[in-house]
């Protein structure tokens, strides 16, 4: 990879007090805009945090561009569902950004049941000088109004407001797990474990529904829904993988209801390492396409695979993300950690691809050179504008000095959501409940 | 041999019952080289069905994951099937004269399914011959992702009332507090087995045969669901 991991430098990071930390600021999902110009991050909260990155200084070469808090705001709250009696936690699952079209920007959040698209737009200026209305907003008594005036703009404190422009809800029976805004920019999908629905950014009260896998008996349930994409330049393509380690490409030009996928990506189990577990460690956790569209990449549990769309019986590339911890399956099983569900992200120019491991660990692959890197996010080694050491695990009984060893990870410090910059060298890394913006090495 | 409070392996019971059943050997009794790779499997069904129960009592739980553990649950059953453990211990169920519907949850549970929808080959995953091979079954209102139900069996003879306490383990009563203790509607659990039980008193211990079934039927639902 042309940024080499020893001149990454930290940017900045936004760290909250280990201790006072709760369950609501643990980071659930982070994405950078189009332009990468912001970063939002949802929380187990319901909140979301946006950050802005700043404008270069001349007086101050060595901050290029940090990102600041721009504006928080509270997107989903806690509610009830009466007819289940279930409580709906206000955790967002998803956030995606829409480009760019004017002065604000919009960015669609979801939790489990709800998708909302929330407006951010700035305010400088107010009006002042109404007629009816005094400074506070008061109506005048119009006996006491002798003159007219022109009510002007007068500059005030810049102001970020967040308002909920829509509301997407009572279309998902399971639980959102992903969604995707169209290359068309009119319309998104919604996907649950069950269905893909399809909806138009500006009608709330109508989704079409365009997967079901939902057999009519639920006892025949053998295979869920992960996630869901649209593809990046045609708008009448979308991909969705499943648990049993498929990926379905569908073109909505040929029915209305996309049961009938065009393209089926599957690998071939390996019978020498095929286990009890085979299923649960082949299941898909992240599906993404490449900036290009060329490319499909999926994230299971111990690998990330690179897909081409012209080839559909096996994967173009296989990455180990932390092969060391296939020994260990029966206690990541009984812990519950082999229901992780890692997500995954392509560089801009789609040759270098990221995603999460245990301990705080997350890595990269070149996928030109083949080379790989372990990285860390941690508090002890971030001090602001450190340079990140490479490490290593180690497998066999000799542990060399700098190495773990596979039995001191942690497995409760998981990163389970990063992003990258869309042009830059800068990555987000989400680790718990702090954030880790990362980029290359400022000269 | 074992320990009180030892919880007796899947295949020592199985093995019992074969015995008393008059030497009706199954075909897995040859398997002893691999009983560590059978305990591990037993293990693994044990610590399944425990996380199965636990997400039935959600009102909406994690889709994907109670999918992938019924798979799992499912692929070992087949695989018992094929090595003719799981005969033996439905055998050894008969041999203990309950009514086939004891079984019926986990039966229901680790159902074989199509291969064809298992292949995930088409396109929909969910063939209609499975549906026709549920219907088959006499209890198709049971769900995969319904709750173990318990039912009460027809009183078997013979007591050998010491040897089964010496079985049962005070510390199951602990987990099944917490397992039938989060379930809103009343259902008669292994819970509520070992509390009618205990109403018996000792006279009723003595003389009753239903009270030897209960605890019949405990001992190997504590089996199912605990295991070794």
């Known amino acids: 990879m042309e940024e080499e991991s020893d001149t990454r430098k930290i940017n900045n990071s936004f760290l909250r007090d280990h201790n006072y930390a709760t369950e609501a600021d643990i980071i659930s999902t982070v994405e950078f805009n189009s332009t990468g110009e912001l970063l939002a991050t949802g929380d187990k909260g319901g909140r979301v945090v946006v950050f802005q990155r700043e404008q270069e200084s001349k007086t101050q070469p060595h901050r290029r561009g940090e990102y600041n808090v721009y504006s928080t705001f509270q997107s989903h709250e806690p509610e009830f569902d009466y007819l289940k009696s279930l409580e709906i936690e206000e955790k967002i699952n998803k956030i995606k950004w829409l480009p760019q079209q004017n002065a604000a920007y919009f960015l669609l959040s979801t939790n489990d049941k709800t998708v909302k698209l929330w407006k951010i737009s700035e305010r400088d200026k107010r009006p002042e000088g109404y007629n009816l209305k005094d400074e506070d907003g008061r109506f005048r008594d119009p006996s006491t109004i002798t003159s007219l005036r022109v009510p002007v703009l007068q500059p005030m404190d810049l102001m970020v407001e967040a308002t909920a422009r829509r509301v997407f809800s009572n279309a998902h029976t399971y639980h959102i797990n992903s969604i995707s805004v169209n290359s068309d920019l009119q319309t998104f999908i919604s996907t649950d474990d069950l269905r893909v629905n399809l909806w138009n950014l500006e009608i709330t009260d109508r989704s079409f529904n365009i997967v079901d896998i939902k057999p009519a008996n639920m006892e025949e349930l053998t295979e869920v829904i992960t996630s869901a994409e649209f593809h990046p330049q045609q708008c009448h393509t979308f991909a969705y993988s499943s648990s049993k380690g498929s990926i379905r490409l569908c073109d909505m030009r040929q029915a209305a209801l996309c049961d009938k996928h065009c393209k089926y990506f599957e690998e071939p189990e390996d019978p020498s390492t095929r286990s009890f577990f085979s299923e649960i460690i082949s299941s898909i956790s992240d599906v993404k396409f490449s900036h290009n569209g060329r490319y499909l990449m999926t994230r299971d549990y111990l690998t990330v695979k690179v897909w081409d769309l012209q080839m559909e019986n096996k994967p173009l590339e296989t990455y180990q993300v932390h092969d060391y911890l296939r020994g260990k399956l029966c206690s990541l099983y009984e812990n519950d950690c082999i229901f992780d569900k890692f997500e995954c992200v392509w560089n801009g120019s789609d040759s270098v691809i990221m995603t999460g491991s245990y301990n705080n660990f997350f890595r990269m692959f070149d996928r030109n050179t083949k080379r790989d890197v372990t990285l860390e996010a941690s508090r002890e080694n971030s001090k602001p504008r450190a340079i990140l050491k490479p490490r290593k695990v180690c497998v066999g009984g000799k542990r060399r000095k700098d190495e773990i060893s596979v039995d001191s990870l942690d497995f409760s410090k998981k990163i389970l959501h990063t992003t990258w910059h869309p042009q830059e060298n800068i990555i987000a890394v989400a680790a718990t409940n702090n954030l880790y913006i990362f980029q290359d090495k400022v000269n | ?228």
């Open chain 2, 1 to 228: 041999m074992f320990p009180k409070g030892t919880k007796r392996k899947f295949s020592d019971a199985g093995e019992e019952a074969v015995g008393g059943g008059g030497g009706d050997q199954g075909p897995s009794a040859a398997s002893s080289s691999s009983s560590s790779a059978a305990a591990a499997r037993q293990s693994l069904l044990d610590m399944s069905l425990i996380k199965l129960q636990l997400c039935h009592m959600l009102v909406e739980p994690n889709l994907c994951r109670s999918v992938l553990i019924a798979n799992t649950v499912r692929q070992i059953q087949e695989e018992m099937t094929q090595d003719g453990t799981w005969q033996i211990m439905t055998q050894a169920l008969a041999a203990a004269q309950c009514p086939a519907d004891r079984l019926v949850a986990t039966e229901v549970l680790c159902r074989q399914t199509d291969p064809a929808a298992q292949a995930g080959q088409s396109p929909k995953p969910f063939s209609e011959a499975e549906q026709d091979h549920l219907r088959a079954d006499s209890r198709t209102g049971e769900q995969v992702f319904g709750t173990f139900e318990i039912k009460h069996p027809a009183p078997p003879p013979d007591p050998a009332l010491d040897e089964l306490f010496s079985d049962v383990d005070p510390s199951y009563y602990d987990l099944d507090t917490v397992l039938t203790g989060m379930q809103s509607a009343p259902k008669m659990g292994p819970y509520d087995l070992l509390e009618s039980l205990s109403s018996h008193g000792p006279t009723a211990l003595s003389s009753s045969s239903s009270c030897r079934s209960d605890l019949n039927e405990l001992d190997h639902i504590m089996e199912i669901i605990v295991g070794s």
